[in-house]
């Protein structure tokens, strides 16, 4: 035996045999489940065995939709939020300066917040200029509202010779008529499009870098949405940096890449390199095509099938004509794609429903698992067509957080009440799993987990329409089971039992136990993926 | 949209979508569920539009263990049940002489009873040397515990120069002690040993037959243990001629073939072949290796741990040591093949649980499926076991209709309480499937069902343990969705949703509503196999 774990309460997820407290694992595979004393007695002198004192163990977490890697890639800008000084900016910008240089990259800081300085001045470009003239210098403030540049990175944008009364970017000017490098809103895209794109090796370090941090929230398994890392070239270099990690054995978890291709020329370009839903490298796997058709409620682009309560003017935005949806999804659909598509707005989300109703309509495919991310806004008959068509939902419990916010305002409490209404989807036997749409949201699980049940914003002390809550159990089932079966993997992932590979976590509080507010506390001790420890707390 | 069925009351074994009144299919595939307003509106001039008239359409019902060929080849034995003289007899085999002779084919009856006859005299081999000289002849009584054979037949065997004193054969004598053609008990099996084998084309007028029958009774997966028809050719010849049927778009319904090899020579050959489980043809896929480690009950040859309480001198026969099975499973299950292993006592039980264990400790494989046909005696330890193990369970439930009246005397009301218990199978959330042992009894699902529910023989006015009984919900369960589970097949198969294959059944009663000691009375009305339908009552 290569690992036996004892000594727990180890929650299987599986109805056969729902609660043991030990489990041996050998050869990546769970080979026997039961008491200690029966469990321990299969221990050879090569054997671990970990004692769990007492502690939960879980199936391994799987988050059904987020952004790995620009999660990474955010996570490698400078951490600008402890600074009390714009001193403090400019020590920690000036020490990546050399690197930035050798590299050819942009220095880049995050979350500063001048109410926190000695002097609670935002700086501009000319006082960015001090820090470093030669490379594009970048800072963008707590908020995500506001970004300073120094003068070469707005000379690398081509913004340095804008006029106030001309511009269409959103910028601030000093009194003298010249850009004071302050972007605003929107208007700070300009700096995502002309930063350097990482290169293959730069997208490994990212791919561990987040691997390995979400290992440490219990995660065995990302569906991770990547591609606009490396905007036009359909992921190639995003699946070949993932694939070479994999194939070395380096991919401390699983990954099932959401494939976001905009457009059916990037499809079809896609599709003839041969990609398919399930192409398979160990650890790396070829997930769905991910279409985007709206956009977000805050924005007031999520597309709505009637004009928003709070703003009559507008539906928000359809990205794609029906028909256009319609053959991005018969080509993904007639090529053997599972289809995975972003609607927050109940009119997207009709969109999609027909979509896909027409697609398999005109050619019937067996068990092609197609489904939709975030589900939010839409009416008890849209669920009826969801369950009816057999599709998957992909839901952010940890979104109502912030949403309960704005949903009533925005559509109207009829229509806010039977929305995010995981509880119907829950008793209808909807296949529902659910996702952190990292970095919209941290990729912890058990906060996310605490949401689902609770739908309690414990900052603002409010609940929104708990009666949509789910249950414990059925939470833990969307974080595990349900996630493994979204990427075709219950058979083999997903439960403890045996003939299952080793994906587990260990967490360092009974979450059936404490009070469900408190379930946010726990802590993750330990992860294991296919009989590896990818993560054990110190 | 090439079939809608409208109007009536579908009960989908989906709990996604529970009941519908109308289902449209292309392409031999399930595309719409719904009312029958929007799913007629659906259809097009080609469409043929079926009206239900409120029937109730289940999922095609799969029956996991019978011997669908020795069902069809008894079956095409001359049937003497209806005979009142033996001049009837006579004149019944006289009429299949001809064509046996030119066929190189024994002329063989079944079904007599002399009781029924006006002269109430078993005939023996003389007066069967009226009918023929030249071909063999033999004709079996309708209890099975007597066969009488002609001359032609006798001799064919070897038997002609047995003695009374000194034979080994269960067998009668004419006062002049020569043999009188009569056969009794186990020496029937000599008659079998010596029939000539069927060639391929009559191995596919079998299956035909056999196939339609089944798909008369609204089955449309069949898994069959048929290997033994051919006995020493590890099926090879039974194997070409379902390909070929499946191949040629002749196979009325779906075969999963349980292969049965007796012994650890046969098994290598099979694999050194190529053959696993698996192995896929259309409607004809290689299944498990079947393994038999015990005998019956009523025989006193099920192997126990303890003796019979009837016969304490025995304790039956395993038919490997455990050490030869564990050899077995081991060749089996390192060449990624299911195994399905009978057993029908507890002793042959615990050598399997055993060896089922070893093999996965010693090399882990993931989703393999194994399992136990039959599982009759056994105790709550050993369920305890089984469910650990993530085994299969193919029982039959109709078994109880006779063996109601022998188990407790066999082994005690103690043990036989814990025995046939698919009550705590279910409540464990075990995978158990349900079959009928076919020709051991009809394949008829709908009694089967019945003795699921009811564990009553309506005959005897007896319940055996009646609260080991299913519900109807789970006795449909077993005989559908994990008929399909046990093949790998349930996200395709196994229930009636939207991007599963249209394998369905139609009954003239709805089993829901009327009461369950009637539910044997429903008929099959129309059954549908991958959009084709394969029977249709006139």
């Known amino acids: 035996m290569d690992t036996i774990f004892y000594n727990g309460k180890i929650y299987t997820e599986d109805r056969a045999y729902p609660i043991c407290s030990a489990v041996a694992v050998k050869n990546g595979v769970i080979v026997a489940l039961g008491a200690d004393e029966e469990i321990l007695k299969t221990a050879g002198p090569e054997t671990e065995k970990i004692d769990l004192a007492g502690r939960l163990m879980l199936p ?22 402890d600074c009390r000084s714009y001193g403090d900016v400019k020590r920690l910008c000036a020490e990546r300066v050399a690197w930035a240089k050798e590299n050819d990259k942009w220095v880049q800081g995050t979350g500063f917040n001048q109410d926190d300085w000695d002097v609670k001045t935002i700086p501009t470009r000319k006082d960015l200029d001090q820090i470093t003239e030669d490379v594009p210098l970048t800072i963008r403030r707590t908020c995500h509202h506001i970004t300073v540049c120094n003068t070469k990175a707005m000379e690398t944008m081509g913004l340095l010779e804008e006029k106030e009364d001309s511009t269409q970017i959103n910028m601030g000017f000093y009194e003298d008529g010249s ?4 972007l605003k809103e929107d208007s700070q895209n300009v700096v995502t499009d002309a930063l350097p794109l990482p290169d293959k090796e730069e997208i490994k370090k990212l791919i561990l ?52 291709l905009w457009g059916k020329e990037l499809l079809q370009d896609f599709i003839d390199k041969g990609h398919r839903t399930g192409e398979s490298y160990g650890f790396y796997r070829v997930g769905p095509l991910k279409i985007v058709t709206d956009g977000s409620l805050g924005a007031h682009t999520a597309y709505m099938r009637k004009p928003y309560a709070n703003d009559p003017q507008t539906k928000g935005k359809a990205n794609y004509t029906d028909e256009q949806l319609y053959e991005m999804c018969k080509l993904a659909h007639d090529h053997g794609m599972q289809i995975a598509t972003h609607c927050i707005g109940d009119g997207s989300l009709q969109q999609i429903l027909d979509a896909y109703e027409k697609v398999q309509m005109e050619n019937p495919r067996t068990d092609c698992r197609h489904g939709v991310v975030h589900c939010q806004i839409m009416d008890e008959e849209q669920q009826e067509q969801f369950r009816k068509q057999n599709l998957l939902a992909y839901v952010q419990p940890v979104f109502v957080r912030y ?55 414990r900052e603002l002390q409010k609940s929104w329409y708990p009666e949509n809550a789910v249950t414990l159990e059925e939470a833990v089932k969307m974080f595990t089971y349900e996630g493994a079966y979204a990427s075709f993997a219950e058979n083999v992932r997903g439960s403890i039992t045996v003939g299952k590979y080793a994906d ?35």
């Open 60 to 81: 391994g977490f799987v988050d059904t939709h987020l952004h790995m890697l620009f999660y990474a890639q955010e996570a490698s800008l400078i951490d600008l939020t």
């Open 179 to 182: 850009p004071n490098g302050i």
């Open 209 to 260: 870098f987040g691997c390995n941090q979400a290992a440490a929230q219990g995660i065995t398994e990302l569906h991770s949405d990547d591609f606009l890392l490396i905007p036009g070239e359909a992921g190639e270099r995003v699946m070949e940096a993932y694939r070479e990690l994999s194939e070395a054995g380096e991919l401390p978890i699983r990954i099932y890449q959401q494939c976001m």
């Open 403 to 457: 949403d309960m916010n704005i949903v009533d305002d925005c559509v109207g409490s009829d229509l806010a009440r039977t929305s995010y209404n995981w509880r119907r989807f829950e008793d209808m036997g909807v296949h529902q799993s659910g996702g952190s749409d990292c970095p919209v949201e941290k990729f912890d699980i058990l906060p996310n987990i605490e949401y689902a049940v609770t739908r309690t914003n």
């Open 504 to 538: 587990l976590v260990v967490v360092d509080k009974d979450i059936f136990e404490i009070p469900v507010g408190e379930i946010h506390t726990t802590a993750v001790d330990l992860t294991m993926v296919e009989g590896k420890i990818a993560y054990k707390r110190q």
